[in-house]
């Protein structure tokens, strides 16, 4: 298997244009989580999704924040406009609701706002 | 919701030394307690985790200690390389096997020097 395959790996865009970042979680797998990584916030969950329902968006910042899973192989997230302070490093991951409970994440899309 | 601290936020060890890494949890119904390292520019990878049900779990130079009567988990790396270089994190959550989230700590960069 590939693992959670992100896209793009970099990201750099001005302020105010629409960010799209993609994710494939693995086969199989039912529930994908993106997260955030900044320095000064850590590692944040931002929302996750069971069988392609999202179950907890509480971590996602603001209404530019938006995600979606229109099926089992395919996340987005988008921020639009986009801002400086969303400057992170996005990780997606994705695990089944099995016996196992591991998390399994994807390289990173690195976004930098300008 | 959940709240995990972790301490301390840097360590610096001597190459063969001990590290232990603690992390504390608030919410008591919390049963699943992973840690993952994290390597300069790389994902957040599993290196052990362990159930509320047992009480030490260790794999190889690495061990796990839960305590749940006072809400406390530790990672004790033995031994330690250079390769034990990284940042570590540790992280909690209610696994009802259908899909949960996992709080992470502030997470530790540990430093093994020659």
């Known amino acids: 298997d590939a693992g959670v395959i992100q896209s793009p790996r970099h990201e750099v865009t001005e302020m105010g244009q629409e960010v799209t970042l993609r994710c494939k979680p693995i086969?199989?797998?039912?529930?994908l989580f993106w997260y955030r990584q900044t320095m000064m916030r850590g590692l944040e969950l931002l929302i996750y999704?069971?069988?392609?329902?999202?179950?907890?968006d509480s971590g996602m910042p603001e209404d530019r924040f938006s995600a979606k899973m229109p099926n089992a192989s395919f996340s987005t997230l988008k921020i639009q406009p986009s801002e400086p302070r969303d400057s992170a490093v996005y990780f997606c991951a994705s695990r089944s609701t099995g016996r196992t409970y591991e998390q399994y994440f994807g390289p990173g899309t690195r976004l930098t706002v300008t | 919701g959940e709240n995990v601290e972790q301490h301390p936020s840097t360590l610096s060890v001597q190459e063969g030394d001990s590290a232990v890494i603690k992390c504390t949890y608030s919410?008591?119904?919390?049963?699943?307690f992973p840690w993952y390292k994290q390597e300069l520019g790389k994902r957040p990878q599993l290196i052990i985790d362990?159930?509320?049900?047992?009480g030490e779990k260790k794999d190889q130079r690495i061990a796990v200690t839960l305590n749940k009567t006072a809400k406390h988990f530790s990672l004790h790396i033995t031994e330690t390389q250079p390769e034990d270089s990284a940042v570590y994190f540790c992280a909690a959550s209610i696994n009802t096997g259908t899909a949960s989230k996992l709080t992470f700590g502030t997470g530790t960069r540990l430093q093994v020097t020659l």
């Open positions: 919410d008591s119904a919390s049963n699943y």
């Open positions: 362990i159930r509320s049900n047992v």
């Open positions: 086969s199989g797998h039912n529930s």
């Open positions: 999704f069971n069988n392609n329902v999202p179950i907890d």
